[in-house]
C-alpha cells in the first residue's frame, strides 16, 4: 500500500503555500495488495487493471477529479461530500461485482476512507490535514468498506440512507487531535429485518441514554457515586468541557461491551448488540469523552474475561481499570 500524502514540492525561489479550499476527499486502495503481488504479480496486475476500469469512471461520474495515483491508491477530491459518499459506495458495489468470480483469497477488495477539510490546492494536487485524515481513515476501514470523519456524517446523515456504525474516536498518525470515525455500511432498504421486540425496542434509545448518562455521570461527578456490589469512584473527571491538544492524553475514555442476551434465543443477538451500539453511539456525543471503537469491545462478546468486578444485577456500569486498557467500562445484559 503507497498512501499519497507528504508536502507539496517547493519550486526554487517560490513559496510552497497555495490557494485553499474545503473539499470532500476520497482515498482508496486495495487491502493486502503487497501479499497479493507477491504470491501472482502479473496475475495481480492485470486484476487492478480491470478493478480500475470499474471504478475510476464512477469518480468522474459523481464530479469528482482523480488528483493521484500510486499503486493501488487512489486519490479524488469532490465539491460535494453528499457525492463523494455516493461516489465510495458505488465503487464498492463495482469492486464486489469485479471480485465475484474470484476465489476469496485472490479478491482486490477496497478499503475507502471519504473526509470533509480545508486543504492547500498546488497546481492539480492537493496537501494538508485533509488529506492526511482521509488516508488514515482508509486504514481504519475493514476490506469492502467505507470509512467516514464526524465532519462526513454530520453533513451526509439526514441526505444518504446508508447503516451509519460509530467507530469511537482513534489517534491517528500526524494528526494532534483524535479522530472520530463512523463505518460505512448498504442503504436502510437492505437491512437486517425488522426486530421481534416491539414492547422493548420502543424502549431502546431511553435505555441507551440511561445507560449512557450514569457512565458519564459516574466519570465526572465530584462526589462518586455507587451501584449494588460496586464500590465509589474515587477520582472525578471532567467530562463537559473542550480538551487543549495538550491536554487530550489526560481524557477520560470508556469502552461499551457486548450486552448480553439472557432471553435464550440467538436469533435476538441483534437487539442486545443494537443497544450496545446506541449506547456507544450516545457517549459519543461528548466531546470529551474519548469512546473505544467498537472493534475493540467486541471480542469480549460471551465471555466474562478481564472483567474486574460483577454486580447480580441485570444492569450494571462497571468504572475501573480493566480490559481495553481504559479506566471506563460499561457491561450490561437483558433478557425478554
Known sequence: MRALVGNPPEPSGQSSSGKRKLAAILHADVAGFSRLMGEDEAGTHRALGELRRAVD?????????????????????????VDALRCAVEMQRASRTVN????PERRLELRIGVNLGD?????????????????????????????????????????????YRPLGAHRVKNIAEPVRAYAVGLPAAARRPKRRWPAVAGASGAAA?????????????????????LGTASKPLEVA??????RLAGRPSIAVLPFKNLSGDTSQDFF????????????GRF??????????????????????????CSMRVICSKAACGVPGIVSASMSN
Not at 464530479?63 to 491508491?73: L, N, Q, Y
Not at 467498537?294 to 447480580?312: M, T, V
Open 209 to 229: 441514554l440511561l445507560m449512557a448518562g450514569l457512565a458519564v455521570w459516574g466519570l465526572h461527578t465530584h462526589t462518586g457515586w455507587e451501584l449494588p456490589g
Open 272 to 283: 442486545s448488540d443494537g443497544i450496545t451500539e446506541d449506547v456507544i453511539t450516545a457517549l
Open 100 to 103: 465475484d468470480p474470484i476465489p
Open 287 to 312: 466531546s470529551n469523552l474519548l469512546v473505544i471503537a467498537k472493534s475493540a469491545s467486541f471480542p469480549f462478546k460471551g465471555s466474562n474475561a478481564s472483567l474486574p468486578r460483577s454486580a447480580a
Open 241 to 246: 468541557s473542550l480538551a487543549a491538544p495538550a
Open 57 to 81: 469512471p464512477l469518480i468522474t461520474v459523481h464530479g469528482g477529479r482523480i488528483v493521484g495515483t500510486a499503486g493501488d491508491s487512489v486519490l479524488a477530491d469532490f465539491l460535494s461530500v
Open 119 to 163: 486543504v492547500i490546492v498546488d497546481g492539480d494536487d492537493i496537501f494538508g490535514d485533509g488529506v492526511n485524515i482521509a488516508v488514515r481513515l482508509e486504514a481504519l476501514a475493514e476490506p469492502g468498506t467505507v470509512c467516514i470523519s464526524q465532519p462526513v456524517y454530520d453533513q451526509v446523515r439526514n441526505k444518504l440512507d446508508l447503516d
